[in-house]
């Protein structure tokens, strides 16, 4: 069972490896002559990388959704097919695919 107690020491344990990270980098950027630029390498290849997952996950939601909509007006169009057909305009018929007979 998860307590309180045990999400909170869980997140003092990474704020606290995070921080340990960012020292101990400083240091060795500090010291070592060519470790500043790996480091600086490798935090910019992390946000690139960063960058990247987030347009993805932006696209991927953008695409979901439109999908989602276009089914909403297609259940929307068959709702009113069904039980209303006096409400059917031009865009549900283009969507149903039904032909108007004159």
Known sequence: ?????????????????ALAT?????????????????????????AGLAVAVLLARLTVRCVRERQEDRTDAV???RWRATHAPRLLDDQDRAVLN?????
């Open 1 to 17: 069972m998860k307590t309180f107690a045990a999400g909170r020491a869980r997140e003092a344990r990474i704020i606290t490896i």
């Open 22 to 46: 960012v020292c101990a980098a400083g240091c060795a950027a500090a010291v070592v002559p060519g470790a500043e630029h790996v480091i600086t390498v490798g935090v910019l290849a992390l």
């Open 75 to 77: 259940t929307a169009a």
């Open 98 to 102: 039904i032909r108007v007979v004159a």
